[in-house]
Structures are given as C-alpha cells and as structure tokens.
C-alpha cells in the first residue's frame, strides 16, 4: 500500500511542471488527498509530498487551501514546512490548523497567544485543547473578539481571576455578557452581567444576591430611606419625562458612571431601575410615580409593572445594593449608599468624571485589567 501512494506521488512530481496554472490548484487537491488517505507515511513520502506542496501553495487560491488545511490538520505526518507555509497565509487557512492542529508547538501557541494576529488569536481561543497559561494569555488581550471567542469555548480552562476579567469587561460589551451567561454555572462574579440576562439568568443571578445575602446576616446593613433633598431631585427628574436627564441625576445618587445609569434607566423591563431604586432607599410609592409618570411603556404592562413592585416586598434593600453595585463596578454604590446614610442634609461632594482619551475599547480593557490586579491584590 505504501509502495503504490508513493508511486502515485511520484508520476503528480513528474507532471506537476507541465500542468497549465488552472490546474495547479487541482493538483494540490488531490496529492493531498493521496497522502492523507494512509495514517502513517515513509520519510520519502513525506519528502515527496513536501516538496509538490510547497511548489503548488502559492498558486492555490484560499478556498483550496483551507480544505488543504482542514485535510492536514489531523495528519500527524503533515510536513511542518507545508503547515508553516499554510499558516503564513493567514484569515481562514491559518484558523483551520489553529483550530485543531496538534503538531504546533507549545511556544509557537504561546506567541501566538501573546502577541499573534488577532485573527489568528481568535482562532486559538477556540481550539478544545488549551491550557490555562494560554487560557489566561488570551483572557488578557485587548481585542474584544478574542475575549468572545474564548468565553464562547466552553472547553477554556479559565482561572478565577480570569473569569473575572472578562465578567469585567462584560459590563461594557453585551454579546461578550451573554456570551459569558450562557456558559452556566453562574455565582456571586457574575452579577456584574446581570443586565444583559434573560429573565431566567436575572432570576438566578437575583437567587444568588439573596443567598449571599442570607450569608451575611448580623453584619451592619444601610437601612432607612433615601434623604427627602435627594428623593424629591430625582422625582423631579422623573417629571420632566427626559430619561437622559433623570440617568445623571441617578448617578449622581447612587454613584455610578452616567453610561451605566443611562443602562439601568433604558432597560426595557423596569427591573434594573427597581433594584437601584430599592438600593437607595427610595420609598414604594414614589418609585411607583416615578414609573407612571417618566416610565409609561412599563407601568402600562400590568404584568412588569406589579413584578417591579412586588420586589419591594421580595428583595431586600442589602441584595439589591449587591447586585446594582455589581452592575456599576468597583463597589461604588456601596461607597455612596454609606456616605448618604453617614450624611442628613449634608453638603454633597460631586464625583468628578474624567474624559478618556482612549478608544473604548483599550479603555474597557484597562479598567477591567485594574479590576483583576485589585483582586489579585487581595
């Protein structure tokens, strides 16, 4: 059997020079698919084959060579020279052998991982094989579709601190949260996500905030209800019907970044406006007037708008601190919940809110890179 595929191989050599440039690519095809056709090869035809691909790959098109490498990827005789010279091609006939190729060295993974293409970095974060060193590489690239890629392979090994990193970054990019939510096995580190879940992943991460909370019976709790100065400002702000408007008065409140207010306030449900409300100590009935009179499109819907509420009776004011808090990031909410208690009627200290020159992407990335060097720290 060997003897016959290395004659086959032998007459393509032969003739490859004097086949027209159209069907170069065809040539390859099917050398390819004689010497993929055995498991185990001689050195000769593994030379043989070697030199006609590397003669016929660069007038193959790119259709023809990702079959190429879909078809080498599992051969363990495939000529390393020939997967080199595939990969140099890049887009999809590098993401076929860095999907699955095992005979790709370690380090070579490890740059790749480090500072490869971002395209050949996405294809990487996908393969079933990683560890947790290239795992963590990738958790720490920039590119927010490599982050998606890796929170979308259910086989990553991702540490805890990693996990982390992403849930970070998740805040900012709804397709990497959801992408991160649908991994399952959600805990207190993903309340941060919290909204960009469905309604069955917002009842969890809500069952979740009332364990932890139950945890933490007998620790000092903020009770009492929000200052009348602050609670009229943002019933104001609710009367003008201007939802941009009401969002910077909100976070100005509860201390969190205007964009993420202006999430809590755009949320289609009405609950993540509820569980900040509750946070702060607003009382029912203003939080009701509020919705009536600012939020129409949730107070009309029966349904939503008696769930809302019925989270008065149901959440306590600690849990849903925990999980708004989670939501704005760095424990802000917390921080503000305890000057305004610690406060009545007492001067404000404005926040100051620093433009950023970076794009949002590094800026995203950054923050979140802070977060998981301060829960390295702790």
Not at 20 to 37: N, Y
Not at 209 to 238: F, I, M, Q, S
Not at 317 to 326: L, N, S
Request: charge should be neutral; charged fraction near 30%.
């Amino acid at each position: 059997m060997t003897a016959d595929i290395y004659a086959r191989l032998r007459d393509l050599a032969a003739s490859a020079d004097s086949r027209p440039a159209d069907m170069r690519p065809i040539l390859l095809r099917v050398t390819t698919d004689l010497f993929v056709l055995h498991a185990t090869h001689t050195s000769q035809e593994i030379r043989l084959y070697e030199e006609m691909a590397c003669r016929l790959i660069d007038d193959a098109d790119d259709v023809t060579l990702t079959l190429i490498a879909q078809r080498l990827a599992a051969c363990a005789d495939a000529p390393a020279a020939v997967l080199r010279r595939l990969r140099a091609r890049g887009g999809a006939v590098a993401r076929e052998l860095l999907l699955s190729n095992r005979q790709i060295a370690w380090a070579d993974l490890r740059e790749i991982a480090a500072t490869g293409p971002r395209d050949h970095a996405c294809a990487l974060a996908a393969r079933a094989d990683l560890d947790r060193e290239i795992a963590s590489i990738l958790a720490g690239r920039p590119e927010r579709e490599v982050a998606r890629a890796l929170a979308a392979n259910a086989a990553a090994p991702l540490a805890m601190e990693d996990m982390r990193l992403l849930i970070s970054r998740g805040r900012e990019d709804k397709d990497l949260a959801r992408t991160l939510l649908e991994r399952g096995g959600l805990s207190v580190d993903h309340l941060p996500l919290y909204l960009s879940g469905d309604a069955e992943q917002r009842g969890k991460l809500l069952h979740i905030a009332r364990a932890a909370g139950v945890a933490a019976l007998g620790r000092p709790d903020a009770t009492g209800e929000l200052d009348p100065a602050a609670c009229a400002k943002l019933e104001n702000a609710a009367l003008r019907q201007k939802h941009a408007a009401f969002a910077l008065v909100l976070a100005e409140i509860i201390g969190c970044d205007p964009l993420c207010a202006r999430r809590i306030v755009e949320e289609d449900s009405g609950d993540a406006l509820t569980l900040a409300l509750i946070a702060m100590g607003m009382p029912k009935e203003i939080a009701a007037r509020i919705f009536l009179i600012a939020f129409p499109k949730v107070a009309m819907d029966r349904k939503a708008f008696e769930r809302n509420i019925a989270l008065y009776d149901t959440l306590p004011r600690r849990d849903a601190a925990r999980v708004i808090g989670a939501v704005a990031g760095d424990g802000r909410l917390s921080a503000a919940l305890a000057r305004q208690q610690g406060r009545r009627g007492g001067a404000t200290t404005a926040r100051p809110v620093h433009a950023e020159s970076e794009s949002l992407e590094l800026r995203d990335y950054l923050a979140a890179r802070g977060a998981k060097g301060r829960s390295s720290d702790v």
